[in-house]
């Protein structure tokens, strides 16, 4: 079958399905991501990109990338970022759905950005916490931690958004003003993940050990160090049944039943039927991290 002009950019082989036999198609995966990019790229464009790319599908091998090649395409931009060791990488970033069409034609199907912006990577301006349960925790359960981390970002007046993370959680998110370092924002995170664990230890862990994770919730805080990603909404997860990591409003997340209760053909209606973002006004706070 002969390319798919998508959004202006073409899509090679189509017909190929990317989520498994019964699931969607290259094609339908970059229709997908055009037709959400004015929800999506709010919250993607001009920030630092790890990608989640799969040549064979998602049921293939995948990998991350998040420097710069130039055959990625000619809308998808780089930028020069300091690496730990003092040498300078080119990074991935998009501004545009053509910039995400021409990475879904590589074959990407998951976006994490920085909680920073590519101009001035070394001043974040977003936290997040990802709420990642083990088998067998209560979706109710899970729920409960993320009103508990919305209320504890209230009390250090920040307002907090969340959405599904695509998989068995939750993520909160908080944007704040830039100036704070990472070292800040990090320290900040872990406070708040480190009072829940001690006022609830038989409900959460705020560590990244698997063996001691069992009947328990892991708050990552981890996500908010320098370099380090979290998936966006409205990214796709290359997971069976082609998920959907989707933002929501406060008052939707009890009706939901998992963290993976949006597939694409379900994020697409969404976007379709939505009046207003579920994140509305979240690039308008002005709001400040506590020092």
Same mark, same amino acid.
């Given at each position: ?236 997860? @290359?997971?069976?049944? !082609? ?6 409003? #406060? +008052?939707? $997340? =009890?009706? /939901? ?9 379900? @994020?697409?209606?969404? !976007? ?6 579920? #994140? +509305?006004? $979240? =690039?308008? /706070? ?6």
């Amino acid at each position: 079958m002969a390319g798919q002009v998508v959004g202006g950019v073409t899509i090679t082989h189509p017909e190929r399905r990317v989520f498994g036999e019964d699931g969607p198609t290259k094609g339908e995966v970059a229709a997908y991501y055009e037709a959400v990019a004015p929800w999506m790229l709010p919250e993607l464009s001009g920030r630092p990109l790890s990608l989640v790319r799969c040549p064979q599908g998602s049921t293939g091998p995948c990998f991350f990338q998040k420097h710069h090649a130039d055959t990625l395409g000619p809308h998808v931009k780089s930028v020069d970022i300091e690496e730990k060791n003092g040498d300078e990488a080119h990074y991935i970033y998009v501004d545009d759905v053509r910039g995400v069409l021409e990475l879904v034609q590589m074959n990407t199907l998951e976006f994490h950005p920085w909680g920073a912006h590519a101009d001035k990577p070394d001043q974040p301006d977003r936290l997040v916490f990802d709420l990642d349960p083990s088998a067998g925790v209560e979706w109710k359960a899970i729920v409960g931690a993320a009103r508990e981390i919305r209320e504890r970002l209230a009390e250090a007046k920040l307002e907090s958004f969340v959405r599904t993370s695509g998989g068995k959680g939750l993520h909160v998110v908080a944007p704040f003003r830039r100036g704070p370092s990472w070292i800040a924002v990090k320290a900040f995170c872990e406070s708040i993940a480190d009072a829940m664990v001690a006022e609830h230890p038989k409900r959460y862990i705020a560590e990244a050990s698997k063996t001691k994770r069992e009947g328990l919730i892991f708050i990552d805080w981890l996500r908010n160090t320098r370099g380090a990603t979290s998936v966006t909404g409205w990214s796709l997860r @290359a997971r069976p049944g !082609a998920p959907v990591a989707m933002p929501v409003r #406060w +008052e939707e $997340i =009890a009706r /939901l039943k998992s963290g993976s209760a949006f597939d694409l053909k379900k @994020a697409s209606k969404r !976007a379709k039927s939505l009046d207003a973002d579920p #994140w +509305e006004g $979240i =690039a308008s /706070l002005n709001q400040t991290l506590p020092s």
